[in-house]
């Protein structure tokens, strides 16, 4: 692939977040700089779809940034993205991938791959070590098929050539996202090679990152939709320079944490909890189940009593303030955000998004309540029927193994049993899955949606 400029940063996990988030800042950041080299080129894990459709374009896309004006109609500003340089397609030809991440002008490689594409544990963030997606690359050097597999082997090639420091920047939501891809990359790579892994934990930084910016799913590869909101908290430690996003509004920090807990807290965790109630009371968008005024007032009360009193302190944030910002967000009548998208993965999403929150909460005495209903909810929602009686599809990593606890938790006496067996997932619920107050909490609501319904549990 003949390419204008080589690309500074190759990008794996080509979604519609990456192309409305990373994309339009590295493009306004080489505008600002003049620095062409901070190019992006795409690397696409799975399908060549992003690539069919961009490639006759020049790599070229439309971000469309949609909200409501103060009468509440839709509107949209459009802005063409030109950063891209090209897309990869790995199942076609991984060894090109490699390649890339092993070039001498990749200075950092970044990856939007979600939560279930770091194959870890999400309750111990630690490997996952009868994946078998993991063993094939480990026996496959050249053709990995996952993201840990990709990386390490291309470092390989990147060590043997000399190639020198590169930076490994996760833009997924994990708590300590750089930290957990260090840790996991290092235990797969002393797989491959101790040496291997000894000269990436020399060589490559890993810094820690809070993104955010509601962008739905994409129809049509060539237009994105997203809100107009930003905002991207990454530390500033890099191993061959990065291209200046505060061009854009990104915050360089000295830790992401205090960003990112507050991000998966009260977006990612309220964002959940609507989805897997509206999923099965059959609302169809986030500002359609926002609308409706008792989850209105559920999730506003759950960050006001319940998430917020768990977040450490950020100068200058207005929590209040903060909060009324996040509830119009997801009004947005523009995005048309659909809540089975966000309900999806929920196994990999649940660790960060409520239960560390609900751990906090209980180690300090203090009410899980609404984080509890949460929880129900996505327990609730593995039925995979909603109130009108229509199917929908579990789309989740560990769906036959939460079918069978499903299956075997229906066999139990009474409510709390069956709560108590799904809980019991150590992978997912860790220790706090055997706390009987949280058991007990979980338990309440998931009776009441099952014997009243959504709607009746959220009126007070």
């Not at 994309?23 to 060549?48: D, F």
């Not at 450490?312 to 967000?329: C, F, S, T, V």
């Not at 108590?420 to 997932?425: E, K, L, P, Q, W």
Request: net charge neutral.
């Amino acid at each position: 692939m003949a390419l204008v400029d080589a690309p500074g940063i190759v990008h794996l996990g080509l979604g519609a977040f990456a192309r409305a988030h990373l994309l339009p800042a590295t493009q306004v950041a080489m505008a600002a700089s003049g620095e062409r080299h901070w190019g992006v080129l795409g690397v696409s894990l799975r399908h060549p779809d992003v690539r069919d459709a961009l490639a006759p374009h020049g790599f070229r896309y439309t971000l469309a940034l949609r909200d409501a004006d103060d009468r509440g109609r839709p509107r949209e500003r459009r802005e063409a993205i030109e950063a891209l340089r090209g897309v990869l397609v790995a199942p076609e030809d991984p060894g090109a991938v490699l390649d890339a991440i092993a070039a001498p002008a990749t200075r950092i490689v970044s990856l939007t791959v979600t939560e279930k594409g770091y194959h870890h544990d999400p309750a111990t963030r630690t490997l996952r070590r009868d994946d078998a997606d993991l063993a094939h690359d480990l026996a496959h050097p050249d053709a990995p098929r996952t993201t840990l597999g990709v990386l390490a082997h291309g470092l390989a090639r990147r060590r043997a050539r000399g190639a020198g420091p590169v930076t490994l920047l996760s833009c997924d939501n994990l708590p300590a996202n750089g930290d957990t891809l260090r840790g996991l990359l290092l235990a797969f790579a002393a797989q491959v090679d101790p040496a291997l892994a000894g000269w990436i934990d020399a060589q490559c930084t890993f810094p820690n990152a809070m993104v955010d910016r509601i962008v739905p799913r994409s129809e049509n590869p060539a237009v994105v939709a997203a809100e107009p909101f930003f905002d991207w908290a990454v530390e500033d430690r890099f191993a061959a320079g990065r291209p200046d996003w505060t061009a854009y509004g990104a915050r360089s920090v000295p830790s992401a944490e205090p960003f990112e807990k507050l991000k998966l807290r009260m977006v990612n965790g309220t964002h959940s909890t609507i989805a897997w109630l509206a999923v099965v009371a059959g609302w169809a968008t986030v500002d359609e189940a926002i609308a409706q005024p008792a989850l209105r007032r559920t999730i506003e009360a759950l960050m006001r009593e319940e998430i917020e009193p768990t977040l450490p302190a950020l100068p200058g944030l207005d929590l209040a303030d903060y909060r009324a910002r996040l509830l119009q967000r997801f009004a947005n009548p523009a995005l048309a955000h659909r809540t089975r998208q966000i309900a999806m993965d929920g196994s990999q999403k649940l660790p960060q998004r409520l239960l560390g929150t609900i751990a906090d909460r209980l180690a300090a005495g203090a009410s899980i309540e609404r984080l509890a209903l949460g929880v129900a909810a996505w327990i609730h929602f593995l039925r995979g029927v909603d109130e009108q009686g229509h199917a929908y599809p579990i789309d989740d990593p560990l769906a036959g193994v939460l079918a069978d606890l499903r299956t075997h938790a229906e066999a139990a006496p009474d409510e709390r049993s069956r709560v108590a067996v799904i809980t019991g997932f150590a992978p997912v619920f860790g220790a706090l899955g055997r706390a009987p107050a949280f058991i007990d909490a979980v338990a309440r609501h998931t009776a009441t949606l099952r014997t009243r319904g959504v709607r009746a549990t959220l009126e007070p």
